[in-house]
């Protein structure tokens, strides 16, 4: 293959899914020439899965990914055919929206974004190796044309195409996802390395014809007819006066006895694939063989935008045969005549084992090589492109000569699915759950601008605009709380009455300051206001949540606080670059091991690697302390 010069950039991003456009945007908004290379134009930002964005945990992200200057929270505000705000009857940590995207709008409209963008270029190419300088850092990218794009730092997301195999009952063949080009040679390259790989599965359902469903047979699941949005800045009166319904029915005995009677024609469980599937997010095979105790399971079928008789059978992954397929389809009450038009198929793709990466996403072993998304082991839209945001900006802040960029476990969500790849490491596909966040009452969906749009500006991604409605909004809530705690509500205020009738609360005795009332659980800021309304500006929905959270849950907040504090102070305490792991006397053998291979930066880190003990890190921290590293490279030297 003959080579020739193509372009210099400072970052180039390869892939262009979730991850990928996350990265791209993010590093050309902080000023870096950027260039985003992908298989397939027609492909930018597509939805291969579920037509969907947000959900538990997911929907924070989202969210984060927003309030610091990412994309995705606009786009899906743009696009959305339903939204709902899921757990409403639970605390707001554990609130969180999701949507129902049209997936060709969403995907075409991220397009338009990224072509609108300054400092980006969006190129269709399929990149085979690295550039690799004499000091054995990434400096560019070779495609198959043999163009060779150099650069200052290559931030790689290429989803479930490394080397994707794709699995339906005994046919297999080399696929990315949808039966787009698989990318072989780069894996290949990556090995070359000594970059370790391992292999992953995931898998999508059947799509079926809208009008082939019989929708009377099944629930309703309609979304909120109140503004929700996952932007910061979308405004409740740019909420889309849309609503188009999923649908809800299950699975039964029938279709449970016809996939046991097929399941030695299912690649999982014949062998043929040897990647290891999602827990949370399991097959129809997985789900009966490890829950055979349920009679049925939940399936939703779900629209795939407005402009496609495409509907999706969420619930229903599976790698069976297609005419196995169509035999589980005429078993399921609703869809007895559903005409199939893609069948459901199994995936298998590369991934890189994410302890060979720092907490900024850059591959140790390679300087200047960052990877994001499906290809660090997660599974989801929303975590690919939360690490697809921090790997942009940390190749633009390498460009600069900047520090990194890290979010702690207390700051972002983001934060924790990071540091829980690079730290524990994960051996299915990673999954972000609302119970992996110690510090969930503070990492809610409901403050990710407080939490990380003033980062997001100092960082050139959140605009001044955006910066400048944070600053007016905290004033707005500190204002407000302190007139609450100023205000006293009497038993003859107007219209106290029925307010306590409506919401069966206790009626007042004597009087009570404001604030203390907001405090009752059944009471609502905007039930309050009403009482006694501000004397000037009236604060918008969200600020005002925003007063009634901070109140109800002051005493919690407060604790978690005090939690942070006493971690961070292992956070803080640092782990010299130069350590010797082998000269710390008394050190557990397999601590010592698992410290190697991990490399922690601080003793908090080294505190959550899987193996090490409280006594090791006692053990550690005196040796930092004594400055036993120091005393170690004066003997070397």
């Not at 060779?148 to 931030?155: C, D, I, L, P």
């Not at 790698?319 to 199994?346: F, H, V």
């Not at 040796?623 to 120091?630: A, D, F, K, P």
Request: with cysteine.
């Amino acid at each position: 293959m003959e080579k020739y010069e193509a372009g210099n950039y400072e970052v180039i991003v390869v892939g262009a899914g979730h991850a990928g456009c996350e990265a791209a945007l993010a590093s050309a908004r902080m000023g870096v020439s950027t260039l985003l290379l992908t298989l397939n134009l027609d492909m930018v930002a597509y939805m291969p899965c579920n037509p969907s964005v947000g959900g538990p945990a997911k929907g924070v992200v989202v969210r984060e990914i927003d309030a610091l200057g990412g994309e995705m929270g606009r786009n899906i505000d743009k696009t959305y055919i339903q939204m709902r705000l899921l757990n409403t009857s639970k605390g707001p940590a554990v609130q969180a929206l999701r949507a129902q995207a049209d997936k060709h709008a969403y995907a075409n409209a991220m397009k338009e974004t990224i072509e609108n963008t300054e400092n980006l270029d969006l190129r269709q190419g399929l990149v085979q190796e690295l550039v690799i300088d004499e000091s054995g850092q990434a400096k560019g990218v070779v495609t198959d044309t043999g163009a060779v794009y150099r650069s200052q730092a290559v931030v790689l997301t290429t989803g479930t195409s490394a080397r994707g195999k794709i699995f339906i009952g005994n046919v297999q063949y080399s696929s990315g996802p949808n039966n787009t080009l698989p990318s072989i040679k780069l894996s290949e390259h990556l090995l070359e390395l000594g970059i370790e790989l391992t292999r992953f599965k995931t898998g999508t359902p059947p799509r079926l014809h809208r009008d082939t469903i019989d929708y009377s047979q099944m629930e309703e699941q309609p979304g909120d007819t109140k503004p929700n949005h996952f932007s910061f800045m979308t405004a409740d009166e740019d909420f889309k006066d849309i609503n188009i319904p999923c649908w809800l029915t299950h699975t039964n005995l029938q279709t449970h006895q016809i996939i046991e009677a097929n399941l030695e024609r299912a690649p999982m469980f014949s062998g043929l694939v040897e990647g290891v599937g999602a827990r949370y997010c399991p097959s129809i095979e997985d789900k009966i063989t490890r829950f055979s105790d349920k009679p049925r399971h939940q399936l939703f079928v779900e629209p795939e935008g407005l402009h496609t008789a495409e509907m999706y059978l969420q619930g229903l992954s599976t790698s069976l045969p297609e005419e196995t397929q169509l035999e589980i389809l005429k078993s399921i009450r609703g869809l007895e005549n559903a005409k199939l038009m893609r069948p459901g198929y199994a995936i298998e793709y590369d991934v890189v084992i994410p302890h060979q990466l720092s907490q900024t996403l850059e591959l140790r072993q390679v300087p200047g090589l960052f990877t994001a998304g499906q290809m660090n082991g997660t599974s989801g839209y929303e975590e690919a492109a939360g690490q697809g945001l921090m790997a942009g900006i940390n190749a633009a802040l390498k460009v600069k000569d900047e520090e990194g960029f890290i979010l702690g476990r207390d700051e972002a969500y983001i934060g924790v699915m990071v540091d829980d790849l690079v730290t524990k490491g994960t051996t299915e596909p990673y999954r972000l759950l609302t119970s992996r966040a110690e510090y969930r009452l503070l990492l809610r969906h409901d403050n990710a601008d407080l939490r990380l749009t003033e980062k997001g500006y100092q960082l050139g991604l959140a605009t001044q605009e955006r910066y400048q409605q944070l600053i007016a909004k905290k004033d707005l809530i500190a204002d407000e709380m302190k007139r609450l705690s100023q205000v006293r509500i009497k038993p003859s205020t107007p219209g106290l009455d029925e307010l306590f009738e409506r919401v069966n609360s206790t009626p007042l005795k004597d009087g009570i300051l404001a604030i203390d009332l907001l405090k009752r659980p059944e009471i609502e800021y905007h039930d309050l206001v009403t009482l006694i309304p501000r004397s000037d500006q009236a604060l918008d929905r969200q600020t005002g949540e925003q007063v009634g959270i901070q109140i109800k849950y002051q005493g919690y907040i407060e604790k978690a606080q005090r939690k942070v504090e006493k971690m961070r102070a292992m956070e803080d305490k640092k782990i010299p670059d130069n350590i010797d792991w082998d000269a710390i006397d008394n050190l557990a053998l397999e601590a010592r091991e698992r410290l190697k291979l991990i490399g922690p930066t601080s003793l908090g880190q080294a505190s959550r690697v899987s193996g090490v003990n409280p006594s090791d890190i006692a053990i550690l921290s005196v040796y930092i302390s004594q400055g036993g590293h120091q005393s170690k490279q004066k003997k070397t030297k």
